[in-house]
């Protein structure tokens, strides 16, 4: 479709690649593209990591159970970036030990522990201690767990905030140039002689346009929705969508270990500290069928993450107890596993166009943990069209607010020096969030009268400012659920002042 006439509204003019997608695929897409020089662009039809990306498990890992289905190149490729990624972020990305009790009814010991010493030693460990077995009858580990189990193993992953990854990579990506547009829906693409024009509507109905050398669709869940509605092609891949269901609710162990349960149905369930006195509970795998938009946790999955819980724990929480609960979608790539636990989290991708022709790039599939390789390799793909194209970079370089030198402690301490007059439980909030940039945020701030009104909890005008002008926060959720989490420890009342302050 040659010749057609642009689209008025806002025109950002020629870019190398557009991206469609603010989620983590999207976001660390835009980041590499635009630190080997492109120019880019990316739009998100909502604010960033709404969907999938800030609903995740919150775990940087191999995968552990994808060992039972002989997933071990992606459990490999899975436990490199665990180390790769520690390292970039040691701010929002610190170690975990899981105590994983032993069920004889699942899984022989023998076939636990060979799976643990694989799982040290597939990926090339270096930072992380290496798994060990426990008796739980003499291990504080043991202590709140039902009598009879008395064996267990102990290993180490790693704890992620997600949605803070996918702001974390779009700010990079905006700091080398890149054009980041929330709440910003792509609405029609088409081919326009070497060229893509795409078409964008804001939150305000206003249209915008963009031409571009190339396109990447990191939509998630819509990623068929881009290639059929809004580019008009056809794809020969399929997606599967899962529901996963999480349950917040007050820690009820003592210890800052996580729990790894298996299920009677060989499924397995994480049980995570979290914000200090919470605790993460999920997650289920549930085919799902409607739109994304609507995923709601479910009275059925609430019972289901409880029975587990009082299968081990001596006093389990009750469903009275539950403060929180979320649930997301994940797009996996469909490679026709009958049972949904047993889907790939492989990715793959779609690419439509010859070398003469402008190409799209579609991503099924993919996890957290690996999407800094996806891409990596989603650049590779695009070398027919930029021959030209710089060697990869990001393996090496921290996220915004990683360059902590030393361990996080030693960081939070020095920071804590510097603002002496701030409560430490702030100093540390502000270092586990933003990292070196805490004094960004911070600035001149000597107390906290300094911080302007306080919210509740440890959540000051300061950092709503912060947000609002660094981070593209716009609506009371983009500042209480994904860039914080604040929303956890604010009163109902308090939430809705805040509200009622933007």
């Not at 509204?9 to 870019?15: A, R, S």
């Not at 580990?141 to 193993?153: D, T």
């Not at 021959?387 to 921290?398: D, Q, Y």
């Not at 009268?449 to 593209?472: I, P, Q, T």
């Amino acid at each position: 479709m040659t010749g057609t006439a642009p689209v008025a509204g806002t025109d950002h003019g020629l870019v190398d690649i557009a991206v469609i997608g603010g989620g983590i695929n999207g976001a660390g897409i835009a980041r590499d593209a635009a630190g080997r020089g492109l120019k880019v662009l990316l739009c998100e039809k909502d604010d960033f990591a709404e969907g999938t990306s800030s609903r995740s498990g919150k775990l940087i890992h191999g995968g552990l159970r994808y060992l039972e289905y002989y997933e071990f190149r992606l459990v490999r490729e899975a436990l490199i970036e665990r180390e790769v990624l520690l390292a970039s972020a040691p701010h929002i990305i610190w170690p975990m030990r899981f105590v994983l009790p032993h069920s004889p009814e699942q899984r022989p010991a023998w076939l636990v522990r060979t799976g643990l010493l694989l799982y040290d030693h597939l990926g090339g460990r270096k930072q992380l201690p290496a798994s060990r077995s426990l008796d739980l009858s003499r291990a504080p580990e043991g202590a709140p767990l039902r009598q009879e189990f008395r064996r267990g193993f102990e290993y180490s992953d790693c704890w992620v905030d997600d949605s803070r990854l996918v702001i974390l990579n779009l700010i990079d990506a905006a700091q080398n140039g890149a054009s980041i547009l929330p709440r910003t829906r792509a609405v029609r693409a088409r081919r326009d002689g070497e060229t893509w024009l795409l078409e964008m509507h804001g939150d305000d109905g206003a249209a915008q346009v963009v031409r571009a050398r190339a396109l990447v669709n990191a939509a998630g869940p819509w990623v068929q929705d881009v290639i059929q509605g809004v580019a008009g092609l056809n794809s020969a891949q399929s997606l599967r969508l899962v529901k996963g269901s999480h349950i917040v609710v007050p820690k009820f162990w003592n210890g800052p270990q996580a729990y790894l349960l298996q299920n009677s149905d060989r499924r397995v369930i994480f049980v995570n500290p979290y914000e200090d006195d919470l605790a993460l509970i999920g997650t289920t795998d549930i085919p799902y069928h409607g739109r994304a938009e609507d995923v709601a946790i479910g009275e059925d999955e609430i019972d289901y993450l409880l029975q587990v819980l009082r299968r081990y724990f001596q006093t389990p929480p009750q469903a009275s107890e539950i403060v929180h609960a979320f649930s997301g979608v994940r797009p996996l790539y469909d490679d026709n596993a009958d049972n949904p636990s047993a889907v790939t989290r492989d990715y793959v991708f779609e690419v439509h166009g010859a070398q003469n022709a402008p190409p799209l790039l579609s991503i099924f599939g993919g996890k957290i943990t690996t999407y800094r390789r996806l891409a990596e390799q989603a650049l590779q793909r695009f070398a027919p069209w930029f021959p030209k194209l710089s060697s990869a970079w990001t393996a090496h370089r921290p996220l915004p607010g990683g360059d902590i030198g030393g361990s996080f402690d030693e960081f939070a301490n020095r920071l804590a020096r510097d603002y002496p007059d701030l409560p430490r439980t702030l100093v540390d909030h502000y270092a586990r969030l933003y990292g070196t940039r805490a004094r960004q945020l911070l600035g001149r701030v000597r107390s906290t009268v300094d911080l302007g009104r306080h919210f509740g909890g440890e959540f000051y005008e300061c950092e709503a400012v912060y947000l609002r002008e660094n981070e593209w926060a716009r609506q009371p959720a983009d500042f209480l659920d994904r860039r914080t989490k604040h929303g956890l420890h604010l009163t109902p009342a308090q939430r809705v002042a805040f509200e009622n302050y933007l």
